[in-house]
Each structure stands twice: as structure tokens, then as C-alpha cells.
């Protein structure tokens, strides 16, 4: 069974920044893409960023240009470097992988969240 490890959640002030880690656990052959999302009280779960096998990004436009999304392939580690945090950045965020057990097919796999507050 693989799961997904998340940390580096808490509590900052306004244009604080934070930086949270994901690495998968288990039997693992390969991983694919990994991204971040993340969901508000009230709201839909969206897309934060994402990072394929390769190393290529995609950003919401919302944390365009204050969150770094970067992944170490020696460790299969994900992280998100947020910074210029705002209260609108308040959320559960979840890592997500698609990951290729060694038995079995690529499937995705979800994080148990991360609480992150934006407040002073």
C-alpha cells in the first residue's frame, strides 16, 4: 500500500512564508506527477500546482509567482515553497502523486491534508 506523508502545515501571518513536504511511503516502482491542492471551508477542492516526471510546472494563477513547486528524485519528495501568504491562502492542502506500485498500475493517490492559516 503506498501512502502519502505530508508535512510542514501550520500557522503564519501575512506575507509569512512556509514550506510544506510529501513523500510517499510503501512499495513503490515509480513515481509520476505530483501537485498540490488545496480546499477552503465551504469550497471545492482546487489545483494549487503541479509537477510532472520531467520536471514541468503548472500554478494556479493565484499563487503564480509567490509558490514554488519542486520535487528531489532521490528522496521522491514534493515540496511547495509558499510565500507572500495571504488570508485567502487559508486551506487544507493535499498532496497528490501518481504512483506505480511495484504490483500493480499507476494510480492516484491522495495525501491526508495539511491545515494551513493565514491570519494575524
Given at each position: 500500500?503506498?501512502?502519502?506523508?505530508?508535512?510542514?502545515?501550520?500557522?503564519?501571518?501575512?506575507?509569512?512564508?512556509?514550506?510544506?513536504?510529501?513523500?510517499?511511503?510503501?512499495?513503490?516502482?515509480?513515481?509520476?506527477?505530483?501537485?498540490?491542492?488545496?480546499?477552503?471551508?465551504?469550497?471545492?477542492?482546487?489545483?494549487?500546482?503541479?509537477?510532472?516526471?520531467?520536471?514541468?510546472?503548472?500554478?494556479?494563477?493565484?499563487v503564480k509567482g509567490r509558490f514554488t513547486i519542486s520535487r528531489?528524485?532521490?528522496?521522491?519528495?514534493?515540496?511547495?515553497?509558499?510565500s507572500s501568504l495571504k488570508p485567502e491562502d487559508t486551506a487544507?492542502?493535499?498532496?497528490?502523486?501518481?504512483?506505480?506500485?511495484?504490483?500493480?498500475?499507476?494510480r492516484n493517490y491522495w495525501g491526508q491534508g495539511t491545515q494551513?492559516?493565514?491570519?494575524?
Amino acid at each position: 500500500q503506498v501512502l502519502l506523508v505530508e508535512s510542514g502545515g501550520g500557522l503564519v501571518q501575512p506575507g509569512g512564508s512556509l514550506r510544506l513536504s510529501c513523500v510517499p511511503s510503501g512499495s513503490i516502482f515509480s513515481i509520476n506527477d505530483m501537485g498540490w491542492y488545496r480546499q477552503a471551508p465551504g469550497k471545492q477542492r482546487e489545483l494549487v500546482a503541479t509537477i510532472t516526471r520531467a520536471g514541468n510546472t503548472i500554478y494556479a494563477s493565484s499563487v503564480k509567482g509567490r509558490f514554488t513547486i519542486s520535487r528531489d528524485y532521490a528522496k521522491n519528495t514534493v515540496y511547495l515553497q509558499m510565500s507572500s501568504l495571504k488570508p485567502e491562502d487559508t486551506a487544507v492542502y493535499f498532496c497528490n502523486a501518481v504512483v506505480r506500485p511495484t504490483f500493480g498500475s499507476n494510480r492516484n493517490y491522495w495525501g491526508q491534508g495539511t491545515q494551513v492559516t493565514v491570519s494575524s
